[in-house]
């Protein structure tokens, strides 16, 4: 009888180790010199893609000679008297054709494909003043996306208010990742100023990781985070597997119980 009940308790243990693997890997930026990789870490601008909508206002001292260059004109610059409000033209927006041009009123079609939103503001004001004295250009990204695929808690495309957005603050739109999300091995995916689709992979717990080209999100990258081996391997063995260990784990538990009564 003694014998029976080792068997039941050394099945019972080996049960519960298969079936509670620890996790690793778990912690992001584990490398000791996190603190000397991240202040190195420089944002170096989007370039300007197609498809992009760019939000361009166009001002300058005198309001009516300026009234040309933006689409929005149906609101005065400046105040009303009537009503002693500032009111202001809304930015216009431009679209980003697929080969690389934007339409803008007066000065008409100009490439802007792999610009940064600096380089463009200078390239518009210099041809502005042309036409006008002291002209003064802001620039925006209205549609900036990505989306977040895989082991995360809230998957999809994600549209963030900033431009300057890290690959953890991504994650942080969908939620961070899952339990089981791989994060020694994140796949990027992001289309090349040549129209050819990149994809790398990126190793989150490395804090070198902030050195990456990589690190900085662009507009319309994907990030897709792969299941880990322990899920890999629960997905790719038999569905009934787990029911297979409740299955034995109650069968363990009846045969001890059994054995506790007949031994009264």
Request: aromatic residues 6%.
């Amino acid at each position: 009888m003694k014998k029976t009940n080792i068997i039941i308790y050394l099945m019972m243990v080996s049960v519960i180790l298969l079936s509670c693997k620890p996790k690793q890997n778990m912690v992001y930026l584990s490398n000791h010199n996190m603190q000397d990789e991240v202040s190195r870490a420089k944002f170096q601008g989007l370039h300007i893609q197609e498809g992009d909508i760019l939000l361009i206002l166009v001002s300058a001292l005198d309001e009516l000679a300026v009234k040309p260059f933006n689409l929005n004109t149906a609101n005065k610059v400046g105040s009303d008297s009537s009503t002693g409000i500032n009111q202001y033209v809304q930015p216009s927006e431009y679209l980003v054709s697929e080969e690389g041009y934007i339409y803008i009123p007066v000065m008409g079609n100009i490439y802007v494909k792999g610009m940064t939103q600096i380089q463009l503001k200078q390239d518009l004001e210099s041809r502005l003043k042309k036409y006008l004295t002291d002209p003064m250009v802001s620039i925006s990204l209205k549609n900036f996306n990505v989306s977040i695929l895989g082991e995360v808690k809230d998957p999809g495309q994600k549209e963030s208010v900033s431009q300057k957005i890290n690959v953890f603050q991504a994650l942080g739109l969908a939620g961070d990742m899952t339990d089981f999300g791989d994060r020694t091995n994140v796949k990027l995916i992001r289309t090349g100023e040549d129209g050819v689709d990149q994809v790398v992979n990126i190793d989150l717990t490395r804090s070198d990781v902030v050195n990456s080209p990589y690190y900085y999100m662009k507009q319309n990258d994907i990030l897709y985070v792969q299941p880990d081996k322990n899920k890999q391997v629960q997905a790719n063995s038999n569905p009934n597997r787990a029911l297979t260990f409740q299955i034995i784990g109650a069968l363990l538990t009846a045969g001890t119980l059994i054995i506790a009564l007949t031994r009264r």
